[in-house]
């Protein structure tokens, strides 16, 4: 028998249960830009439709950062619908971001979203293999004439190989010759 070490179990700091509430509770987490605060939580996927659409079509727009700001700011369907006119000109005119400025934001937005991902995947991993039906349980019946068929094997016969079976399958191979 091999020994393994195993490390022993630590309890969990204060600091670990604060992290894990704010992920249970999708709490936000505050940006700073200059003097202003931004709220960023989990991203939508409207608002990533949205940014991944903006990339593509406008991708070379100067106003780019300001729309994509806006955009994680107000995170969602009807916000972004509503605001979003005014919020990417209010931070692109009025308050004048620069990319430098804007970059906290993108990187929690980022990091929002790929966690978002991976707890996705892992969710749609658990309920596949929950669908799984190649591990199927089988009946009482099913499980006895597989142990009947090892005990019959074992004997040096199998109950499928009987004369009458063996007799059926040789003509009914060849049906063309007769």
Same mark, same amino acid.
């Given at each position: 028998?091999?020994?393994?070490?195993?490390? $022993? =179990?630590?309890?969990?700091?204060? !600091? !670990?249960?604060? @992290?894990? =509430?704010?992920?249970?509770?999708?709490?936000?987490? /505050?940006?700073?830009?200059?003097?202003?605060?931004?709220?960023?939580? %989990?991203?939508?996927?409207?608002?990533?439709?949205?940014i991944?659409?903006?990339?593509? &079509?406008?991708?070379?727009?100067?106003r780019?950062?300001?729309?994509?700001a806006?955009?994680?700011? =107000?995170?969602?369907? %009807?916000?972004?619908?509503l &605001?979003? %006119?005014?919020? %990417?000109?209010?931070?692109?005119?009025?308050?004048?971001?620069t990319?430098?400025?804007? #970059? $906290?934001?993108?990187?929690?937005?980022?990091?929002?979203?790929?966690?978002? /991902?991976?707890?996705?995947? =892992?969710?749609?991993?658990?309920y596949?293999?929950?669908?799984?039906? #190649?591990?199927?349980?089988?009946?009482?019946?099913?499980? +006895?004439?597989?142990?009947?068929?090892?005990?019959?094997?074992?004997? +040096? @016969?199998?109950?499928?190989?009987?004369?009458?079976?063996?007799?059926?399958?040789?003509?009914?191979a060849? $049906?063309?010759?007769?």
């Amino acid at each position: 028998m091999v020994k393994r070490k195993t490390k $022993p =179990l630590q309890e969990a700091t204060d !600091d !670990d249960k604060r @992290k894990l =509430l704010e992920v249970t509770e999708n709490r936000a987490d /505050e940006v700073k830009i200059r003097n202003h605060t931004v709220k960023v939580r %989990w991203m939508h996927p409207s608002t990533t439709d949205r940014i991944s659409s903006l990339l593509a &079509f406008k991708g070379e727009d100067r106003r780019l950062m300001a729309k994509c700001a806006a955009l994680i700011r =107000l995170n969602g369907f %009807w916000k972004a619908n509503l &605001f979003y %006119w005014i919020t %990417w000109r209010w931070y692109y005119y009025v308050r004048q971001y620069t990319s430098g400025e804007l #970059t $906290p934001l993108f990187e929690k937005a980022f990091k929002k979203k790929v966690s978002e /991902e991976k707890e996705a995947y =892992l969710n749609a991993m658990t309920y596949l293999l929950a669908l799984d039906t #190649t591990d199927k349980q089988m009946t009482k019946e099913e499980a +006895g004439r597989i142990l009947q068929g090892l005990r019959t094997a074992s004997d +040096g @016969k199998s109950p499928r190989t009987t004369e009458s079976t063996q007799g059926r399958s040789k003509s009914s191979a060849s $049906p063309s010759a007769e």
